[in-house]
């Protein structure tokens, strides 16, 4: 079946920079997803990866390397209201996969 | 204003009642879904509905089914509701390459 793989948590202090990493085993890959979920709210989509390479936007890039099945969100000069969870997800897929979602805590 | 909007937020229901949980989406997207978070945040695909196709993931059971009157609409529709199906559920709409999707502000359902 499909899955990602991110780790359950990451943290950083503000004004650091992170990396949450995405590992996927999936048949029929599309392309790689991020969305960010704040407690008590809706998932957001942050970027899509279809093509090998980085892709940036503002304070935040998303890797992918399709090879390596690895994807990766980095993001920049961290703030407090990053405190959220990340979830990967299969991109263009009819039934997209998600992965567990990494909890980021930002401390000042 | 709202892209994706679904009613109710909150919806607290005995054991064994049947419910149903409206979305709309008005951003002219031809594919929603429906989605499952638990508590420990595990998003799960429920559903996915695109020009009239039903896709269904297998594991979800058949007590839950999708009906769409219109390309905007999508409602959740839940028959003998059980503890387990506590949870959050979202609406989401995508773009045509699927690429991208917007999300309701979710149905908290309590089963009691």
């Known amino acids: 079946g499909q899955s990602l793989e991110q780790p359950s948590e990451v943290t950083a202090v503000e004004g650091a920079i992170v990396q949450i990493n995405c590992t996927y085993q999936?048949?029929?890959?599309?392309?790689l997803s991020w969305y960010q979920q704040h407690d008590g709210g809706a998932p957001t989509f942050l970027s899509y990866?279809?093509?090998?390479g980085l892709e940036e936007t503002g304070r935040f890039s998303s890797f992918l390397s399709r090879s390596d099945s690895y994807g990766y969100l980095l993001l920049q000069e961290l703030q407090m209201k990053d405190s959220a969870s990340y979830f990967c997800?299969?991109?263009?897929?009819?039934?997209?996969?998600f992965g567990r979602g990494t909890s980021l805590i930002v401390h000042p | 204003d709202t892209a994706v909007s679904q009613t109710p937020k909150y919806l607290v229901t005995q054991m064994g009642n049947d419910k149903s949980i409206k979305c709309e989406q008005n951003?002219?997207?031809?594919?929603m879904y429906w989605y499952k978070q638990d508590s420990k945040k595990f998003l799960k695909i429920m559903f996915s509905?695109?020009?009239?196709?039903?896709?269904i993931n297998e594991t979800v059971p058949n007590r839950f089914s999708p009906k769409s009157p219109d390309k905007a609409h999508l409602n959740l529709h839940i028959n003998s509701l059980e503890l387990g199906d506590s949870a959050v559920y979202f609406c989401?709409?995508?773009?045509?390459?699927?690429?991208?999707?917007?999300f309701g502000q979710g149905t908290r359902l309590t089963v009691v």
């Open positions: 999936t048949s029929g890959f599309y392309g």
């Open positions: 509905y695109n020009n009239k196709e039903l896709i």
């Open positions: 989401a709409s995508s773009t045509r390459d699927r690429r991208e999707a917007f």
């Open positions: 997800a299969e991109g263009g897929s009819y039934i997209p996969t």
């Open positions: 951003l002219g997207h031809d594919t």
């Open positions: 990866n279809a093509l090998d």
